[in-house]
């Protein structure tokens, strides 16, 4: 069963950096053909952020390119997102989302390629 469970969620100010984090208990990250983050502010749908592929192969929104960078320690067993020069308009609740059979060939940021989501982290960003 996978259980992913994220963290490093929390208030900042504009400008500031955060750091999330997931894991499984039970899956290593090297299980999961990809991996990737999605995001729900208030009163909008869940978009895509990032997502990186078994391979290495990133992509991200074109909102957060340059500013957050996704990567996985498969010694840790962990998915991070890095996310430096936040703005207000990153606050949203953060999910992690996995897959351990590809549905597309290709990485992507369309939640239906992701079988398998966390609960999700709150971010906050204050101007």
């Known amino acids: 069963q996978v259980q992913l469970v994220e963290s490093g969620g929390g208030s900042v100010q504009s400008g500031g950096s955060l750091r999330l984090s997931c894991s499984d208990s039970?899956?290593?990250?090297?299980?999961?053909?990809?991996m990737g983050w999605f995001r729900q502010a208030p009163g909008k749908e869940r978009e895509g952020v990032a997502a990186?592929?078994?391979?290495?192969?990133?992509v991200y929104a074109n909102s957060v390119r340059g500013r957050f960078t996704i990567s996985q320690d498969n010694a840790k067993n962990t998915l991070y997102l890095q996310m430096n020069s936040l703005k207000p308009e990153d606050t949203a609740i953060y999910f992690c989302?996995?897959?351990?059979?590809?549905?597309?060939?290709?990485?992507?940021?369309?939640?239906?390629?992701?079988?398998?989501w966390g609960q999700g982290t709150q971010v906050t960003v204050s101007s």
């Open positions: 989302a996995a897959a351990l059979v590809r549905a597309v060939p290709i990485l992507t940021l369309i939640e239906s390629d992701f079988a398998y």
């Open positions: 039970e899956h290593t990250t090297s299980s999961f053909v990809y």
């Open positions: 990186i592929d078994r391979d290495g192969t990133t």
